[in-house]
C-alpha cells in the first residue's frame, strides 16, 4: 500500500502495538564515507538546484511556486500563503544548511517545480536530546504530481541530512503515512467573522444572526494582565528559562537554547509575535505566550484574496493562568486585524479551547518522526512541539 514507505526506517503499521520493539533509532547511522556521494537520479528532463534563500529571485521563485501549489484545504477553497519574510525566518535558524534547502528545476526552461526543506533542531523524545531536521514545504508542482518524484525529493533530503551526521527527522502532514507519534486536531477561533462567513470558512450558527455572531466574538480593545508586553532581545535569557522548564513536562518537545528562542522566538515583523508578563512589582517575567503570521489565498472568491491566520506558537504560563495569556493574544491578533486564530490540541491547549469560542477544525495534523521508535502513540496533550 505504501511503496515508498514500506522501504524507510520508520514506525509501520504491522509493527504498531508490538512492545517487543525497541524504543529509539531504528537503524543505527552508518560511517560517513558509506554515505551516498552523488544525488539520487531524477526523471530526464529535471536537475537538482539547491535554493538560496538569501537570493531575492530565487525566494520569489519559491515563494511562487508554494504559492500556487502547496497545501490545500479539503474543500480545495483555501491555499496556505507563507510569505518570503516567513521563508526567509523558517529556513535559516541557528546552524542551517544551505544545503538542505533543495529544489527541483526543468531542465530547459530551469522553472522550479519541486521543493523540500530541512532545518536542524535538538528535539527531546523522552528523556533522550536527539539531533534531528524538521523537514518541511514539500511541494510538487500540479503538473507534476503522481510521477513518484515525491519520494526522489525525501531520499534526496535524507542524503543530505546524512552526510552532515543526523539520523533522524521530524515533519508533520495532513496525510497518514506509517505511522503518526500522535495526531492532532486544529481548532479555529474567529476574530473577524463576518469575513469568515463571507469566504466560506465558516458558516452562521443555527438560529443565529450576523450581528448575534459578532457580538459572540467580540473582544476588548485592550489586553487585560497587567505587565503584558512584547518580549525584547533583553529577554531573552528570561524567556529561555521559562520555556525550558515548561516544556519540560511534554514527552516530545524541542530542546531549545539562548540562540534559539532568538531566531524562533524574539518578534519579526509579520512572521512572528512574542508577549510576556513581566510582574509589575518584581519584574519578574512570569509568563510568555507567541503566534505565528500563515496566511492563506482565498480560491475564488470575488471580494477576498487573503485569509489573515495567526497560529499559537509556545505559550507558558506560571502566574498567569493561560486562558487568561491565551485571551489576551486573541485581543493582540483582533488589534492586529487577523481574521481567525488557529491553535492546535496540544501542550496545555485543549481545556481553553472551547471556553475562548474556538471550534474544531475539520481534517488532522499526524506528527511523525523518522528512523526513531517510540513505545506508544502519544496523546496530543503529551506533545510540546509546534512545527511550521
Ligand atoms: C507527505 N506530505 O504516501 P507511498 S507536509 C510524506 N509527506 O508514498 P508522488 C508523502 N510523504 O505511500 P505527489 C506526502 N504526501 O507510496 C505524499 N507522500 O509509500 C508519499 N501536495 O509520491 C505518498 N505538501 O510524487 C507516496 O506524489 C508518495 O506527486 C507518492 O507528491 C506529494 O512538507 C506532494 O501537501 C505532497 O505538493 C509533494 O502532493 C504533492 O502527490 C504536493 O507520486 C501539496 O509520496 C503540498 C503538500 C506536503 C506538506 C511536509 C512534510 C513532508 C515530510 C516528508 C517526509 C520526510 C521524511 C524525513 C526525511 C529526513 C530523514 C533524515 C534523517
Ligand atoms: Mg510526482
Known amino acids: 500500500k505504501h511503496k515508498f514507505w514500506e522501504t524507510q526506517p520508520v514506525g509501520q503499521f504491522k ?45 520569489t521563485e519559491v515563494y511562487n511556486l508554494l504559492t500556487n501549489n502547496y497545501v490545500e484545504d479539503d474543500e480545495n477553497m483555501f491555499r496556505f500563503n507563507y510569505s518570503k519574510e516567513f521563508l526567509r525566518w523558517a529556513l535559516r535558524p541557528p546552524g542551517y544548511f544551505k544545503s538542505w534547502h533543495i529544489g527541483v528545476r526543468a531542465k530547459v526552461s530551469k522553472k522550479l517545480v519541486a521543493f523540500i526543506t530541512g532545518v536542524p533542531a535538538k528535539i527531546r523524545v523522552c528523556d533522550e536530546v536527539v539531533k534531528m531536521t524538521e523537514i518541511n514545504f514539500l511541494c510538487v508542482h500540479k503538473k507534476l504530481r503522481s510521477k513518484r518524484l515525491a519520494p526522489v525529493m525525501i531520499k534526496e533530503v535524507t542524503r543530505r541530512v546524512h552526510l552532515e551526521n543526523i539520523w533522524q527527522a521530524a515533519y508533520t502532514a495532513g496525510v497518514v503515512l506509517p505511522t503518526p507519534i500522535a495526531t492532532c486536531q486544529y481548532w479555529h ?33 485592550k489586553t487585560l494582565t497587567p505587565g503584558f508586553r512584547k518580549m525584547e532581545l533583553h529577554d531573552v535569557p528570561a524567556v529561555t528559562r521559562l520555556l525550558r522548564d515548561y516544556l519540560s513536562q ?44 500563515l496566511p492563506s489565498t482565498i480560491l475564488g472568491n470575488q471580494n477576498y484574496s487573503t485569509l489573515k491566520a495567526a497560529y499559537s506558537y509556545y505559550n507558558v504560563s506560571t502566574k498567569t493562568p493561560l486562558l487568561q495569556l491565551m485571551n489576551d493574544a486573541l485581543i493582540v491578533a483582533k488589534r492586529k486585524d487577523y481574521d481567525v486564530f488557529n491553535a492546535l490540541d496540544i501542550m496545555q491547549n485543549e481545556p481553553l479551547l472551547k471556553e475562548l469560542k474556538f471550534g474544531p477544525g475539520d481534517g488532522q495534523l499526524h506528527y511523525y518522526l523518522y528512523n526513531y521508535r517510540i513505545r506508544h502513540t502519544l496523546k496530543p496533550s503529551e506533545l510540546g512541539l509546534v512545527l511550521l
Open 189 to 221: 477561533r474567529s476574530l473577524n467573522p463576518k469575513k469568515l462567513i463571507d469566504v466560506g470558512f465558516s458558516r452562521l450558527g443555527p438560529r443565529m444572526t450576523m450581528s448575534r455572531t459578532i457580538k459572540l466574538y467580540k473582544l476588548p480593545e
Open 250 to 293: 511534554f514527552l516530545v518537545a524541542p530542546d531549545f537554547d539562548e540562540d534559539d528562542v532568538e531566531h524562533w522566538l524574539l518578534p519579526t515583523e509579520n512572521v512572528v509575535d512574542s508577549y510576556l508578563v513581566e510582574s509589575p512589582e518584581t519584574h519578574e517575567i512570569t509568563d510568555f505566550c507567541s503566534f505565528y503570521t
Open 15 to 59: 509493527d504498531l502495538g508490538d512492545s517487543s520493539l525497541p524504543e529509539g533509532p531504528i537503524e543505527p547511522p552508518t560511517p560517513l564515507s558509506e554515505v551516498k556521494q552523488e544525488p539520487y537520479n531524477l526523471p530526464n528532463l529535471y536537475e537538482w538546484t539547491t535554493c538560496d534563500i538569501d537570493s531575492d529571485e530565487t525566494c
